[in-house]
């Protein structure tokens, strides 16, 4: 068994210890939000310090409503479009919303929460 030291280690552990005397990785830099407005989307910019506001997108959390000033667009593999809900019997279902030639379709398409 090793010996017990009756006295304490001093000094910054970061450098006494063996570890990194300059830490790197996340917290403490400065972020920057350009056109920090209540509702807007945040997008990422590119730059590792900033962040920004997209005035044409805005989220409203008392109405759980997203609008837009122009055209929105859902596009992915499928081009499907799922919004969850109640059928006509009461029963939670999301609902598949799409295109088919130039038919809008909208279908029960699970049970929700079955994704």
Same mark, same amino acid.
């Given at each position: 068994?090793?010996?017990?030291?009756?006295?304490?280690?001093?000094?910054?552990?970061?450098? @006494?210890?063996?570890?990194?005397?300059?830490?790197?990785?996340?917290?403490?830099?400065?972020?920057?939000?350009?056109?920090?407005?209540?509702?807007y989307i945040l997008k990422a910019t590119g730059?590792?310090?900033?962040?920004?506001?997209?005035? @044409?997108?805005?989220?409203?959390?008392?109405?759980?409503?997203?609008?837009?000033?122009?055209d929105i667009y859902v596009s992915g593999s499928?081009? %499907?479009? %799922?919004?969850?809900?109640?059928?006509?019997?009461?029963?939670?279902?999301?609902?598949?919303?799409?295109?088919?030639?130039?038919?809008?379709?909208?279908?029960?398409?699970?049970?929700?929460?079955?994704?």
């Amino acid at each position: 068994m090793g010996k017990t030291l009756d006295r304490r280690v001093l000094g910054p552990i970061n450098t @006494q210890m063996g570890g990194d005397p300059v830490p790197t990785g996340g917290g403490g830099g400065a972020l920057e939000i350009e056109n920090n407005v209540d509702g807007y989307i945040l997008k990422a910019t590119g730059d590792t310090t900033k962040i920004k506001g997209i005035p @044409q997108l805005q989220w409203n959390e008392t109405q759980l409503a997203l609008t837009g000033s122009g055209d929105i667009y859902v596009s992915g593999s499928d081009n %499907y479009l %799922y919004l969850h809900g109640t059928n006509s019997t009461g029963e939670s279902v999301r609902f598949r919303v799409g295109v088919s030639g130039s038919m809008l379709k909208v279908l029960e398409d699970s049970p929700e929460g079955s994704i």
